[in-house]
């Protein structure tokens, strides 16, 4: 059903696919942030296929995150034909940060140090904190 989520059985003996596509999610997270302190895939929690342009996946992935288990929700789109994925979302369960979002990203907030104060950027708007 085509903008329908179907939910996908991730016990199921051809979740090689859907495990492959989780870690691709982790490791690319990995890739946009700055941080020594990377995430490890532990496994998929679940996850949810819509028919889009191609396929969107959406998980819940299980990782280790320093010495704990932590979860979050991906969405990983699949281009037709499977010929390449895009990590759309990348966010923690419980709303908090990543140990990486404290540290500079590639995209969102990113935070610059001047001689006067710290200032934040975002979007198209600025706020200096003095």
Known sequence: MLGGKKEVDVQDTNSLE???LANFAVSEH???QNSLEKMNFSKV???H???VSGLMYHFVIEVEEGSQLKQYEAKVWVKPGGSSRKLEEFKSVDGGLTSADT???TEGWCDVSLPFSLIFIHCSFLV???
């Open 103 to 105: 540290g500079v990203k």
């Open 49 to 51: 296929k819509q028919v």
């Open 30 to 32: 990995n890739a946009r």
């Open 128 to 130: 200096a904190i003095s």
């Open 18 to 20: 859907i495990d492959e």
């Open 45 to 47: 929690v679940s996850c």
